[in-house]
C-alpha cells in the first residue's frame, strides 16, 4: 500500500517491517495488515507497555479510528503512530484529540543515503556472530540494563556489533537488513562511563560498513534525543516524521 501524502514512504515501510522483524525473532511477536492500519501485537513481550501498536498506512484520522474500533482488542490498551511529511500537520492532534486520543510525542524518521566515508577506527568494534561473544559483551553491558538478545543471533538480517575498552564491552549496535536495498539501525547504545568518546559513532559507521559490503542503497532509523545531532553530523537527514498517540483514559 502507498501513502498518499509521503514521498518517502518506503523509509516508513522499511522500519516497520525491520523492527517488527526483530521482535517476531526474538520475542516471537506477530504483525498483521488490517486494510489501512498495520498491527504490531506484542502481547506480553516485555518490549513495550501495552500489547498492542496501530501504524497509520493512511493521513485519513476518521478512517484509522474506524479501523482501530474494529480491531478484536478485548478492552487492552495500545498506542498509534501517524506517518507525515513534514515536523507538524495542521490539525493532526486536534482531529486525534476530538476522536478521543492523547498526544504522546513527535520525531523524525532519519536517513542516509550510501557510499558514505567511514572516518571512525573501527579496530575496537566487533561482530557477535556466536554466543560466547554476545554472553561477553553481556558481562558488561547488563550492568546497565542492556544486553545482545541470543535469539537474535539466529536471524540472518539481524546484525549485532560491540565495542570494546580495556577487554571488555561497552556499548553496542543492531542493524536489521531484512527490507530490500535499506538497512535499519534499532539500537546504538554505549555505557554511561564512556561517552563522549566517539564510540557510538564508531558503532554506526560499522555498521554502514556493512550496508556497504552487502549493496545497500539507505540507512533509516529513529534517533533518540541524545543521538539525534550525532547523526545529523553523519549526514542522516529527515525522510518523514511519525507523531505517536494513546486513547485517553475514560473518566
Known amino acids: 500500500m502507498n501513502h498518499p501524502d509521503l514521498e518517502n514512504w518506503w523509509a516508513v515501510q522499511a522500519i516497520i517491517a525491520s523492527y517488527n522483524h526483530v521482535y517476531q525473532v526474538v520475542y516471537q511477536t506477530a ?21 498492542y501498536e496501530f501504524l497509520a498506512l493512511t493521513s485519513s484520522p476518521k478512517d484509522v479510528v474506524e ?3 474494529a480491531y478484536p482488542m478485548h478492552g487492552q490498551g495500545y498506542a ?17 484529540i476530538l476522536a478521543g486520543y492523547e498526544f504522546v510525542r513527535t520525531g523524525p524518521i532519519l536517513g542516509l543515503q550510501f557510499p558514505v566515508r567511514i572516518r571512525s577506527n573501527l579496530s575496537s568494534i566487533h561482530k557477535a556472530v ?54 535499519y539501525l534499532n539500537q546504538v547504545y554505549v555505557m554511561n562511563a564512556f561517552r563522549n ?55
Open 80 to 96: 498509534l503512530d501517524i506517518f507525515h511529511e513534514k515536523p507538524s500537520v495542521r490539525g493532526l492532534k486536534a482531529d486525534y
Open 197 to 251: 568518546r566517539g564510540i557510538g559513532r564508531a558503532l554506526v559507521e560499522r555498521a554502514h560498513l556493512h550496508c556497504m559490503r552487502i549493496n545497500l542503497e539507505h540507512m533509516v532509523l529513529i534517533p533518540s534525543d541524545m543521538a539525534l545531532q550525532m547523526y545529523r553530523r553523519l549526514g542522516y537527514r529527515p525522510l518523514a516524521y511519525f507523531t505517536a498517540f494513546r486513547p485517553r483514559d475514560k473518566e
Open 130 to 183: 556466536k554466543v560466547r561473544e554476545a554472553e561477553h559483551a553481556n558481562e558488561t553491558l547488563s550492568a546497565e540494563n542492556e544486553h545482545l538478545p541470543l535469539r537474535g543471533l539466529c536471524g540472518k538480517h539481524i546484525h549485532n556489533f560491540y565495542a570494546e575498552a580495556d577487554g571488555q564491552a561497552v556499548g553496542w549496535a543492531q542493524l536489521v537488513t531484512v527490507y530490500p536495498g535499506v538497512g
Open 67 to 69: 479501523a482501530i474500533r
Open 31 to 51: 504483525y498483521e495488515t488490517r486494510g489501512i492500519i498495520g498491527v504490531s501485537i506484542y502481547g506480553d513481550a516485555p518490549i513495550a507497555p501495552y500489547p
